[in-house]
């Protein structure tokens, strides 16, 4: 489920790209693709789970969910794929798991120990490393390296408050619906506020936002139910198979070369990484020892 939910959304990445050399808006494409994943989401829902009777918390959730995790980061994400390539923005990705721990011990809601402090500072070295060595290669495209570090930040702090406030008795499929209307709705607030909604409906800007679409629709009717089996740290690693789908596409497919920083930088993300993975395992040693 992890890595099929991470493939279906990765493939948002190297589509973001596409979508543009289309002609299509960073509002246009966030908001189309995810108002008919909205609405297919909650037809298949009613069907299988019946009616749902939206309530204020359900609705307060879904409105921070949205714009945590799908409506803010799709749309930054769309930018640095257009500007900077699908491959460094996929990249963005493998710190979530840093930026979910990161936010994890900053709102206490993970226990603190020097190999999370740890990984957090060497992760943040990694995409420091990432983003210098991509502004200096791309001078043109220094809003969209400047705007990579918001991806992971932002889904990091999506997984600890879905983590924390995830509504009880509530089907998966309801719940990804309703994350998608509620990002529906702000974006489409912003595209009317700055005209950016529309678009040309040429054949390649209509299929690649259909394409868009229905990877959608298949990646969150898993996304709600994996949160449901697993917490927030190990949900965040969803980012690396995102990146990997994005980078595999965007080298493979599209033609493109990664910055010369890629690697040093991913080598250190890759080390925060086990180190978060290592400090999950003693806390599990340790409660368990602990436990009469």
């Known amino acids: 489920m992890l890595v099929g939910t991470g493939v279906m959304l990765g493939l948002s990445i190297p589509i973001a790209r596409a979508a543009a050399s289309a002609g299509v808006s960073a509002i246009a494409y966030a908001f189309w693709p995810t108002a ?60 979530t798991p840093v930026t979910t721990v990161a936010i994890s011990l900053l709102l206490r809601h993970e ?70 209307a509620a990002s529906c709705a702000m974006l489409l607030m912003v595209g009317l506020a700055t005209g950016h909604i529309g678009f040309t409906p040429t054949p390649a800007a209509l299929g690649w936002l259909a394409l868009q679409a229905l990877a959608m629709v298949a990646g969150y009717a898993m996304y709600f139910e994996l949160i449901r089996r697993s917490d927030a740290v190990t949900f965040s690693f969803v980012g690396y198979v995102m990146m990997l789908t994005g980078v595999a596409v965007g080298v493979g497919i599209l033609g493109e070369r990664l910055p010369p920083s890629a690697m040093p930088a991913l080598a250190l993300i890759v080390t925060a990484f086990l180190l978060i993975r290592r400090a999950a395992r003693l806390t599990a040693r340790n409660t368990c020892a602990t436990t009469p």
Do not use: D, K
């Open 36 to 95: 008919f994943a909205a609405a297919l989401l909650a037809l298949f829902a009613a069907r299988r789970h019946g009616r749902l009777r939206p309530t204020l918390p359900l609705c307060r959730y879904a409105a921070a969910s949205g714009f945590l995790g799908h409506a803010a980061p799709m749309t930054v994400t769309f930018w640095v794929s257009a500007q900077a390539g699908a491959g460094f923005a996929a990249l963005a990705f493998t710190l």
């Open 111 to 180: 226990r603190f120990s020097r190999l999370r402090l740890a990984a957090v500072v060497i992760g943040c070295a990694g995409a420091v490393v990432l983003v210098l060595g991509r502004g200096q290669a791309m001078e043109g495209a220094s809003m969209a390296v400047v705007l990579a570090p918001l991806i992971p930040v932002l889904i990091g702090g999506g997984n600890v408050y879905r983590a924390r406030h995830t509504p009880v008795g509530v089907a998966g499929g309801w719940l990804g619906s309703m994350n998608l």
